[in-house]
C-alpha cells in the first residue's frame, strides 16, 4: 500500500494506545499534555499527528472517543432508513464519498459455501490497523480489521464463511480497489461489492448500505427496514456476520438504548470508526 496509508495505519495504533488512555481516566478529561505523555510525544507531535489525521484537535478528539459517544450521536445524528431510501442515500448513492456498486451471489450459490468460487485475498493497512482483503472478480467480498484479533484468526475467520471456496493471495489485483476505498486512489473510481450471504442477512447488508457516513441507527430500525419488526436479535446476527467491514457500516447500527452493542473485529475498532467519522464530519 502507500506511504499515506502506512502512516494511517500507525495512526490508528497511537489512538488505540489513546482510547485505553482516556478509559483509565474516565470520566474526567485527559490534558493533552497527560496524553501525550502516554504516547511517549510531544504535545505539538500528538497534537500534530492527530489533527492530520482526523481534522480536530486532540481535545476535540477525546469527545468522540468517549463511553456516551453512541448516546449522543442516537440523539444528533440518528437516521431513519425510512428517510435514507426517500433521499437517495442507499447503496446506489455516495458512500464515504466513494462510489458503490454491488450485486448479491444468489441463494443456490451461497449454499454451495463458496464451491467453485476463486476468491484473491491480501493484507493492506488501512487507517484502522491491518486490514485482511478479499475479492472475486465481481468485487471485494470481505474486509477485516486484524487490530484486536490478530491476523491468523481473521484469516480463518473469513475463510469459514467460504470453505470450499478457492483462495489466492493477489494483492496486485485487489490494490486498486482498495486504494479507492481507503482514499488513496482516483475519487471517483468504482468501488464494486460482492456479497455472498445468505437472503436474510444480504437484506440487513443492503439496510446497513443505506446509512450514511456520520450518522447511526439501531437494530430495530434495522429490523422495521428489512419488514420484520421483531428480528431484533436476527437482525443482531446478520449485521455482525457483515463480511465486508467498513463498506458496509455495521459499526452504526447501535442498540436503542445507545450502547454501542456488539463488533466482530473489536469494540475498540468501532469506537474508532464512529470517533473518525464524526471528527471527518465536523472537518
Not at 496524553?35 to 469527545?63: C, E, I, T
Not at 482498495?178 to 447488508?205: C, H, M, N, S, Y
Not at 456488539?262 to 470517533?275: I, S
Amino acid at each position: 500500500m502507500t506511504t499515506q496509508a502506512t502512516e494511517t495505519g500507525y495512526h490508528f495504533a497511537v489512538m488505540r494506545r489513546a482510547i485505553d488512555a482516556i478509559d483509565a481516566r474516565a470520566p474526567g478529561p485527559v490534558a493533552l499534555e497527560d496524553l501525550a505523555a502516554d504516547m511517549n510525544m510531544s504535545p505539538a507531535h500528538f497534537q500534530r499527528l492527530f489533527s492530520r489525521w482526523v481534522g480536530v484537535s486532540p481535545k476535540r478528539y477525546q469527545q468522540y472517543l468517549t463511553l456516551d459517544h453512541a448516546r449522543a450521536m442516537l440523539r444528533a445524528n440518528f437516521t431513519t432508513l425510512q428517510t435514507s431510501h426517500e433521499l437517495g442515500l442507499s447503496g446506489a448513492g455516495r458512500l464515504h464519498d466513494l462510489f458503490l456498486r454491488w450485486e448479491a451471489m444468489s441463494p443456490g450459490e451461497f449454499a454451495r459455501h463458496g464451491a467453485g468460487l476463486d476468491i484473491r485475498w491480501g493484507r493492506f493497512d488501512s487507517p484502522f490497523g491491518p486490514a485482511l482483503v478479499m475479492g472475486t472478480e465481481k468485487g471485494i467480498c470481505g474486509i477485516a480489521f486484524a487490530a484486536e484479533t490478530g491476523d491468523d484468526a481473521a484469516m480463518a475467520d473469513l475463510r469459514a464463511r467460504w470453505p470450499k471456496a478457492t483462495y489466492t493471495e493477489d494483492r496486485a489485483f485487489l490494490r486498486p480497489w482498495v486504494e479507492a476505498a481507503l482514499g488513496a486512489g482516483p475519487a471517483d473510481r468504482e468501488v464494486p461489492l460482492f456479497l455472498i450471504g445468505a437472503p436474510f442477512q444480504i437484506k440487513v447488508w443492503e439496510a446497513l448500505l443505506a446509512i450514511p457516513s456520520g450518522h447511526v441507527t439501531t437494530y430495530s430500525e434495522i429490523a422495521a427496514a428489512v419488514g420484520n419488526p421483531r428480528a431484533v436479535r436476527a437482525v443482531g446476527t446478520a449485521v455482525g456476520r457483515n463480511p465486508v467491514s467498513w463498506l458496509i457500516p455495521c459499526h452504526r447500527a447501535l442498540r436503542k438504548s445507545g450502547g454501542l452493542g456488539g463488533y466482530h473485529w473489536g469494540l475498540p475498532v468501532k469506537r474508532a470508526l464512529l470517533a473518525w467519522e464524526s471528527a471527518r464530519a465536523e472537518a
